[in-house]
């Protein structure tokens, strides 16, 4: 494969989300994976395999399902940091970094992925724009979600 072809197939995200809870708390509904689908609404399923690893299926505007084994690779409260490595129709990692700001919680999440779904990959060309749309369009709902999550649940900080 040439080197313009393997770069087709690479994704780099980063996204920051803004809440108005406390660190702890956020850190707390996001290391809960099981229960993605209860406020991620592109995350259609998350399923326990051990201690350390599940399955997940996504689905967001485009119509088709990406399926992911995570396995964790980094989970420390004291740092805020929550990874996985993942294998499946995407390879690579995604994380989780939580800390305080401005009286409420930074989350930035990264993703460094090769999607290896072969339906995707002979899209890459055509597809990269709608792909990067779409996960655009994930995000927000997920910002979306989390902030209704933590409003719900009464983990607003003090004077936010």
Known sequence: MADWQHVLHRYRFRSEWRL??????VYAVLEDA??????????????????RSGTAHFRSLLPYVLTVTATETCHDPD????????????????????????????????QEVEVRKPS??????????F??????LMM???????ASRLRGAGMRGRGI
Not at 20 to 25: F, G, I, L, R, S
């Open 79 to 110: 740092t805020g940091v929550l990874e996985i490595a993942m294998r499946g129709d995407l390879e690579g990692f995604a994380r989780w970094t939580v800390g305080a700001a401005g009286g409420g919680t930074c989350a930035v999440f990264e």
């Open 34 to 51: 099981e229960a993605y689908p209860q406020w991620w609404p592109q995350v259609r399923r998350v399923t326990r395999v051990d201690d």
């Open 120 to 129: 995707l990959r002979r899209l890459a060309l055509p597809g990269r724009p």
């Open 140 to 146: 927000r709902a997920g910002h979306r979600g989390l």
């Open 131 to 136: 792909f990067v749309a779409n996960h655009t």
């Open 20 to 25: 108005p809870a406390p660190p702890p708390a």
